[in-house]
Nanobody
Framework: QVQLVESGGGLVQTGGSLRLSCVAS????????MGWFRQAPGKEREFVAV???????RYYADSVKGRFTISGDSENMVSLQMNSLKPEDTAVYYC?????????????????WGQGTQVTVSS
């Protein structure tokens, strides 16, 4: 069982930046693909970004490409740097982990989820 805890959410103005962090209960980054999803009010959860544990390849949703960066900060911590934030980025952001899914994470639900952290971008 993998436990994930997010932090770093908050309120920011349009164009601002936030950095989300995710701490795992084990050395997940060395064995699990790590990623981020988000869910806006009234919408379904959507894929944001994923990093491959073995070679650090990264993949992003088109809506955040060029603005967000996912990185593995240590063997049990992953972060999401969010720049040039827009009101449509407002959502609860979830850290996720999966031993097998990397690119499949774009369309399939990962095995492990954190509780989520709220990000609100004001216009």
């Amino acid at each position: 069982q993998v436990q994930l805890v997010e932090s770093g959410g908050g309120l920011v103005q349009t164009g601002g930046s936030l950095r989300l962090s995710c701490v795992a209960s084990a050395r997940t980054y060395s064995r699990y693909h790590m990623g981020w999803f988000r869910q806006a009010p009234g919408k379904e959860r959507e894929f944001v970004a994923v990093i491959n544990w073995s070679d650090s390849r990264r993949y992003y949703a088109d809506s955040v490409k060029g603005r967000f960066t996912i990185s593995g900060d240590s063997e049990n911590m992953v972060s999401l740097q969010m720049n040039s934030l827009k009101p449509e980025d407002t959502a609860v952001y979830y850290c996720v982990a999966d031993r097998h899914r990397f690119l499949d994470m774009r369309s399939q639900s990962p095995d492990y989820w954190g509780q989520g952290t709220q990000v609100t971008v004001s216009s």
